[in-house]
T-cell receptor, first 110, second 118 residues
Framework: AQRVTQPEKLLSVFKGAPVELKCNYSYSGSPELFWYVQYSRQRLQLLLRHISRESIKGFTADLNKGETSFHLKKPFAQEEDSAMYYCALKGQGGGNKLTFGTGTQLKVEL | GAVVSQHPSWVICKSGTSVKIECRSLDFQATTMFWYRQFPKQSLMLMATSNEGSKATYEQGVEKDKFLINHASLTLSTLTVTSAHPEDSSFYIC??????????????FGPGTRLTVL
């Protein structure tokens, strides 16, 4: 079985402060990990995927297989980063279906 | 980018009636669509995977006869909640996967449909 855990329901930081949204997963094979973001009153959209090893909007995430983690980081939070963030896992096979974490609400305060 | 629409955006119905929700991929062909359910302040739970031209694959615990899924074309999948009851009230979200190469397994999400059963 595959599982994604996001321990924090709410994370509040000040503008300019570093951000780290935690994500841990449980999966026996080699997973693909994703971060999705949902801004207020908008649909869910892909932020980044681990296989691309890219930085989007200043966010990065590194897959740590030893710790089974895929934490999302940004060195300096911006007000527009306030949103709901979901970590998701796609296992091998299984028709591309995603397992989502419960999400973390990021609030960036001035 | 790829756009997925859902209709209606919200619906209120009486207990015992059926409700159909449409999910359309507007600018790409979706060989696979997914239906999720989201309760307030909870995560998205996959209900079923819809493949064009074949029967949907339902997740464990999801009643096939309760949630009818039809994926008759590469741009349209429908979810029908049959004999709806108040406990079916939820936010239903669909996503679609681009069938062409280069999609990197990305799913594009619709805006969701809020169903309220009275």
């Amino acid at each position: 079985a595959q599982r994604v855990t996001q321990p924090e329901k709410l994370l509040s930081v000040f503008k300019g402060a570093p951000v780290e949204l935690k994500c841990n997963y449980s999966y026996s094979g080699s997973p693909e990990l994703f971060w999705y973001v949902q801004y207020s009153r908008q649909r869910l959209q892909l932020l980044l995927r681990h296989i691309s090893r890219e930085s989007i909007k200043g966010f990065t995430a590194d897959l740590n297989k030893g710790e089974t983690s895929f934490h999302l980081k940004k060195p300096f939070a911006q007000e527009e980063d306030s949103a709901m963030y979901y970590c998701a896992l796609k296992g091998q096979g299984g028709g591309n279906k995603l397992t989502f974490g419960t999400g973390t609400q990021l609030k960036v305060e001035l | 980018g790829a756009v997925v629409s859902q209709h209606p955006s919200w619906v209120i119905c009486k207990s015992g009636t059926s409700v159909k929700i449409e999910c359309r991929s507007l600018d790409f062909q979706a060989t696979t669509m997914f239906w999720y359910r989201q309760f307030p302040k909870q995560s998205l739970m996959l209900m079923a995977t819809s493949n064009e031209g074949s029967k949907a694959t339902y997740e464990q615990g999801v009643e096939k006869d309760k949630f009818l899924i039809n994926h008759a074309s590469l741009t349209l999948s429908t979810l029908t909640v049959t004999s709806a009851h108040p406990e079916d009230s939820s936010f239903y979200i669909c996503s679609a996967r681009d069938g062409l190469l280069g999609s990197h397994n990305e799913q594009f999400f619709g805006p969701g449909t809020r169903l309220t059963v009275l």
